[in-house]
Nanobody, 123 residues
Framework: QVQLVESGGGLVQAGGSLRLSCAASGRPFNRYAMGWFRQAPGKEREFVAAISGSGGMTTHADSLKGRFTISRDNAKNTVYLQMNSLKSEDTAVYYC????????????????WGQGTQVTVSS
C-alpha cells in the first residue's frame, strides 16, 4: 500500500521559516521523483518543487526560487521542503506526491498524493 504522510506545517509569522517533511512507504522510494504542490483557499493546486529519485536534479516554481528548497533523504524515505522568508501568500495546504512520468509541474504527472499539511503565515 502506497502511503505519503506530510508533517511540519503550522502557524508562522511572516519572515519566518518552516521545514515540511513527507514520509513515503509502499514503493522503492529512490526510484521515483517526488513533488510538492500547494493549494490556497479558492485556488487551483499549484506546483512548488520536484526532485529526481537520486536527488541530483531539482526544479522549483520560478516565483519561489531562492526561498523554497526541496531535498530528500533516500535512507529515510523522506522528502523535505525548506521554506524561508515566508509571506502571507504562502498560506496553503501543502501536498507531496509520487511522480509517475511527464512534466514535473503538471498535477497529472503524479499518481499518489498525501493528505496535506496546513501552513498558515500571519502578517
Amino acid at each position: 500500500q502506497v502511503q505519503l504522510v506530510e508533517s511540519g506545517g503550522g502557524l508562522v509569522q511572516a519572515g519566518g521559516s518552516l521545514r515540511l517533511s513527507c514520509a513515503a512507504s509502499g514503493r522503492p522510494f529512490n526510484r521515483y521523483a517526488m513533488g510538492w504542490f500547494r493549494q490556497a483557499p479558492g485556488k487551483e493546486r499549484e506546483f512548488v518543487a520536484a526532485i529526481s529519485g537520486s536527488g541530483g536534479m531539482t526544479t522549483h516554481a520560478d516565483s519561489l526560487k531562492g526561498r523554497f528548497t526541496i531535498s530528500r533523504d533516500n535512507a529515510k524515505n523522506t522528502v523535505y521542503l525548506q521554506m524561508n522568508s515566508l509571506k502571507s501568500e504562502d498560506t496553503a495546504v501543502y501536498y507531496c506526491a509520487f511522480h509517475q512520468g511527464g512534466s514535473y509541474s503538471s498535477r497529472g504527472s503524479y499518481d499518489y498524493w498525501g493528505q496535506g499539511t496546513q501552513v498558515t503565515v500571519s502578517s
